[in-house]
Structures are given as C-alpha cells and as structure tokens.
C-alpha cells in the first residue's frame, strides 16, 4: 500500500489567464485546456469508483485498502477543486467546454453496472494521466515561463497522479477483476481519451481563432511527434499496460519524488 499524502497547493486562482500562456504556443494551450475542462467530471468518477470499489471489498481487505483509498479520494478531490477554478477562467476567455456535458452523457450507461467495470476504467484513465505526468515532469520546459503558477498547477498534479497510479489498479485485482475485461476496458478508453481530447482541443483553437494558422499545426506537430514529442515518449508506456504481468509501480516515478521533495514550498500537507 502506498501512503498518500492530501497537499493543499499554495497557487492563487484568481489572476486571470493569459489567452497563450503555455509557452505562447496555440496548440499546447489548447491542448492543456482541453484536459483541464476534463478534469472535474473525471476526478468525480474517479473518486466514485475507488469509493465503490472499497465498499465492495471484504472486511479485512478494507483495512487494508483504507488509508490509500482516503489519500486518493483526497487529492482527486482537491485536483477537482483547482481545476474546476481553472476552467472558470477559461470560460471568460470564451472557451466551450463541450468534454463535460458529453462524458456526463456517456457515464449514465454506467449506472447499475458491476462496479469492477468502473475500477477497471478508472485504472485505464490513471494509467493515462500517469505517463502524462511522467512527461511533463521529465520536460517541464514544454510548460514556458509565462505563467508560473499553472507551471506549478501542472506539475504538482502531475506529481500527484504518479503517486496514486497504483490506487485504482490494485483495488480491481482484489475485487477479483481480470485481465481480459482490464485489456478491453483499456482499448476503449484509449479510444474514447484520444477523441475526446482531439476534439476539445480543435473545439478550443475554433474559439480561439488559431485553427486555421500553419504555426498552429507546426507546433502540434513538434509537440506529438518530434524528438521530445509527447506520443513519441509516451507510445512504448502506454503499451506496457496490455501484458498480462503488468503493474504500474514497474513504471519509474522517481520524477514525481524529486518534484515533490524539491517543490515543498509550494504546499502544505492537509492532516486529517
């Protein structure tokens, strides 16, 4: 079991946010917005499920399950909190979140389901946000300078969310889930992220004017497939999750550990 620590990020929200500020680039903008707007809905489901999940359990496997489970369902609950401020500001920029309504939509289907089903989408959608993280704190120069706080914002989530990666994955063994069903679960889920994100991104360049601009698609580009790009680094990860041996902790989080133990002046631990 993994010991979560609850931290309270010390970022002010108010300021506004600046039209480009994620390095000047449209396309990365776009792109970190898009997840954002994801984020409140997701974090929902998320701490739903696990919370489900761990009810499900057998008495002495609750106890074990329980400090982890609170940590998770902790710091979901305060990503959810800094991110539902984020995307306030967005709104003002006149961006559209079209992610929310739609996953609120295709979540009902859920209802009354086996809740392995939803542990297991929920370790598909960790396993996403993990090598995400892992990404951006390996190059968080992708981020820019020209907004500091969401530079932090970012990376402490990202933190975050390699610390936790196992939470999810761990409760669906021990209710019993196997292989087949997490495989399947992961195949749709790849397929549903990667639309989803593609489609409030263009969605969020539109609004912003930016969709039709060459630099846009240069830098899309550069970001995805160029020598530190984002599918390029993250492909080989993302495949791991398909063998049947697998476990997120053979994946390194020694980035999120540095950041955290380099970064502690930007939280605070919440004790219970």
């Known amino acids: 079991m993994t010991d979560l620590v609850v931290r309270r990020l010390l970022v002010d929200m108010q300021a506004p946010i600046a039209r480009h500020w994620c390095a000047g680039d449209a396309f990365r903008t776009a792109l970190f917005n898009a997840l954002s707007m994801s984020f409140p809905v997701g974090e929902q489901f998320f701490m739903d499920s696990v919370r489900n999940g761990f009810k499900a359990l057998p008495p002495e496997l609750q106890e074990k399950f329980r400090a982890e489970v609170q940590g998770f369902v902790g710091q979901e609950a305060t990503h959810r909190r800094l991110h539902s401020l984020y995307n306030a500001h967005l709104e003002k920029l006149g961006l559209v979140n079209d992610w929310d309504a739609r996953a609120r939509e295709r979540l009902k289907v859920l209802q009354g389901q086996d809740v392995r089903h939803w542990v297991a989408i929920t370790a598909a959608n960790e396993h996403f946000t ?27 989530h990202s933190a975050e969310e390699s610390e936790h990666k196992c939470t999810a994955f761990d409760l669906y063994r021990a209710l019993g889930g196997d292989h087949e069903w997490r495989i399947r679960w992961m195949k749709r889920i790849t397929t549903i992220f990667l639309f989803d994100t593609l489609r409030q991104t263009v969605l969020n360049l539109k609004r912003d004017g930016t969709l039709w601009k060459w630099s846009t698609w240069r830098g899309a580009a550069l970001y995805l497939f160029g020598r530190r790009g984002l599918v390029r680094l993250t492909y080989g990860p993302w495949r791991e999750y398909f063998r049947r041996d697998f476990h997120p902790s053979q994946q390194d989080s020694a980035a999120s550990r540095r950041w955290l133990a380099e970064h502690a002046s930007e939280y605070v631990p919440v004790t219970a």
């Not at 993990?130 to 402490?156: C, N, S, Y």
């Open 130 to 156: 993990a090598i995400l993280a892992d990404f951006l704190l390996q190059h968080p120069d992708l981020l820019g300078d020209q907004d500091p706080r969401l530079v932090t914002l970012w990376l402490w």
